[in-house]
């Protein structure tokens, strides 16, 4: 199950021996409550870390509630600009 949740890019963060049941032959993970897309919030594109839109659609579209959300290349470049803001202010040699 762990390798699965890993080959779509997610995480469980919260493996126990509670968490892992038997089925028969098989292991399953339960609470998956925690489970996250890998990746560091704090370089993430917020909407990618929150898994919806934070813009308005278009008029006469779809609610933001009914519209999948989907990974587009400006969240890459989102990502860019927290990465560079860290480096101009965070990572500063004193």
């Known amino acids: 199950a762990s390798q699965f949740l890993h080959s779509a890019d997610w995480v469980h963060r919260n ?4 968490n892992v049941l038997r089925s028969g032959e098989m292991g399953k993970l339960a609470d998956l409550e925690n489970a996250r ?3 560091t919030m704090g370089f993430m594109a917020w909407e990618v870390g929150t898994q919806s839109y934070l813009s308005e659609p278009p008029l006469g579209g ?3 509630s009914e519209v999948p959300f989907r990974f587009n290349p400006l969240h890459d470049m ?3 600009w927290w990465i560079a803001r ?3 202010y965070c990572h500063v040699d004193q």
């Open 78 to 80: 989102d990502s860019v």
């Open 62 to 64: 779809k609610p933001r």
């Open 37 to 39: 897309r890998k990746g």
């Open 86 to 88: 860290w480096l101009l």
């Open 15 to 18: 493996v126990t021996g509670g």
